[in-house]
């Protein structure tokens, strides 16, 4: 059964930074693709980031040169860091697995971001 449990969110004031983390289980994440969604309030979750199993990663444009996501691939964990933090950033956040582009497990709970003074 695969299991996505992302961790790490909180309340932040613009500018600064947090690091998320979604642990996984249930499938072989080292030959797998993984992503970054959020989802703010009112509009369609978005894929913000995603790393191959070689380590190439891609980045919406929103978020290039601030957040970098990585990967462990000894303990199945896919992280995502974020500087430079905006108000805009604010979301519910989500992990998955990608095939060809598009998320294919069931989401998880999710981590809140909240960029505010």
């Known amino acids: 059964q695969v299991q996505l449990v992302e961790s790490g969110g909180g309340l932040v004031q613009p500018g600064g930074s947090l690091r998320l983390s979604c642990a996984t289980s249930g499938f072989i994440f080292r030959v797998s693709t993984m992503g970054w969604y959020r989802q703010a309030p009112g509009k369609q979750r978005e894929l913000v980031a995603h790393i191959t199993d070689d380590g190439s990663t891609n980045y919406a444009d929103s978020v290039k040169g601030r957040f970098t996501i990585s990967r462990d691939n000894v303990k199945s964990t896919v992280s995502l860091q974020m500087n430079s933090l905006k108000p805009e950033d604010t979301a519910v956040y989500y992990c998955?697995?990608?095939?060809?582009?598009?998320?294919?497990?069931?989401w998880g709970q999710g981590t809140q971001v909240t960029v505010s003074s």
């Open positions: 998955n697995r990608l095939y060809r582009g598009v998320a294919i497990e069931s």
